[in-house]
Every structure is written in C-alpha cells, then in structure tokens.
C-alpha cells in the first residue's frame, strides 16, 4: 500500500482529484487509510496475525508522454469519482494541470512514491 | 487486450457484494484496459518484493486478494506458484483470466472470501485492502484462509 501521503508524489493528482468531488465522497476512494504508521499493523493483529517483517519499496511512476500518465490515472477509482461529479472533460484537464511538476522536456512524467509492505502468520 | 479472448479462463461469482464493495466495482470499472497498461506495470517492484516476502516459489497455493488484472499473480506463477485470485470488479478479472486461463478467479467482495478455512499457503493484497468495503473485515477473510504458520 502506499506510504505516507506526503512521500508519495503521486498525492498531488490524488488531492486533484479529490477536490473535484464534495467532502462527502471523500470516503469512497481513501488509498491511505491504512497508510498511517502503525495502522496496517494494528488491523493485521486484530485480525488474528503475528506481525513478521516489513518493508519499503520506492517505486518511479515513469510514463513516456503526459497522455499515458493520463490515461493510466483516469483509470483509477479516485478519477472514477471525480467524472461522476464533474464530468471526464474537467478530470482530464486537472490531470493534465497537476502533472505539470513531474513533466520532463522530452514530454515524459516521472512520480516518485514510496509503498510499504507488512508480513504476518496465523498461529492457529 | 482489449477483449476477451477465447481461451481464457472461467470467472466464477461468489455471493451479491455489499453496496460498498458494488462502489468500489463501479469505481474501478471505468477503464480496465488503460489499467492493465498504463497503471499497473508501475508496481512490479512491488509485486515481486511482496511475493518474496511472502516466500511464494515452486509449489505454493497461493491466494491474492484483490488481484485486478493479475500482474503479482502472473509473476507469482512465473515463480511456480499456483494461483487464485479474487477481485470485485469484473472488468479487472477479465483481463486476468486472459493472462492466467487456469487460474481460479473469483468476482466477489473481500470480505467474505469463497474459501475454506486454511486453504492457501500465502495470500497477499497487494494494494488492496485500503480498498475494500471494510478493510478489517477483508484482512480477517485473509487471515482465516491462511494456512496456520502460513505468511
């Protein structure tokens, strides 16, 4: 899942995205819920599991032209609630907009983010 | 890619989502295909450390929860695994069952998982329990169909 939402880049489409939509979808598409420290872990051991590694793995969102980044992230579910609230025409140009940062002179988009991983056994 | 070919596999449906899992259906749905190609392949990395972590190699019966289109299960089988996999957008699966025609795949919600007790050496989600309906009831799914002493 994805680290805290302030090492992953990817956060500025995210919060694009999601301001597109009223506070009250916010909880339709949450993906750093769990992001927390501390959180995935304690959700693991409620439910039943021993906690046994964790980890970290940078990852570099790379994309040869802004209309891969674009068509890869409007087909994510945040993008999905934004088109059902504004229509995909607004979505696309917020994309486009927010991905003007992480865009190099050769037209490629590069958004560096951090996942994290936990492993856990059931004892019985 | 762009539709399904003869030759994939079946996809089975467990019971009626709950109306937050249907969200998440609807949610993902909208372009199955711009995921597989240009979302996706991002997170190999992340597939392959998750899938050594979770000691997944020759033999293991393996289950990933939330699968999508199946790139950690193709992997996952590229291993020698064998794979199962359980996603609630039908749009994903159909991609997967392409990729993996004999893999089991399963469209339901995660969290109420269409296994017995103990059935899977592994499970991953890679991804995906901050997703589910309730997240909680989804790792405790995961956790009853770990085989004990299992990652």
Known sequence: MFAEPQRCESTAIHLAMAALSPPARDADHAPYALSAPGNLEAAMTAAGLELSGAGEVPLSWHYATVADAVRGLLSSAGATRAVEDVGEQAVRATVEGALAPFAAVDGSVTMRNVFRWVAARRLR | ?151
């Open chain 2, 1 to 151: 890619m762009e539709n399904v070919k003869a030759g994939a596999g079946p996809i089975r449906y467990g019971n009626p989502p709950d109306a937050a899992a249907l969200l998440q259906r609807r949610l993902w749905g909208s372009d199955p295909v711009g995921w597989a190609l240009f979302a996706e392949p991002h997170n190999a990395l992340l597939f392959e450390a998750v899938l050594a972590a979770a000691g997944v190699g020759p033999g293991t019966n393996l289950l990933d929860v939330g699968c999508g289109t199946g790139a950690a299960m193709r992997l996952a089988h590229d291993r020698g695994a064998s794979v199962a996999g359980v996603d609630v957008t039908p749009g994903l699966l159909a991609i997967a069952a392409q990729r993996l025609p004999d893999a089991e795949l399963w469209c339901g919600d995660l969290s109420e998982l269409p296994f017995p007790d103990g059935g899977f050496d592994a499970v991953v989600g890679i991804n995906a329990f901050q997703f589910a309906g309730d997240p909680r009831a989804a790792l405790v799914e995961a956790a009853r169909v770990t085989k004990p002493a299992a990652s």
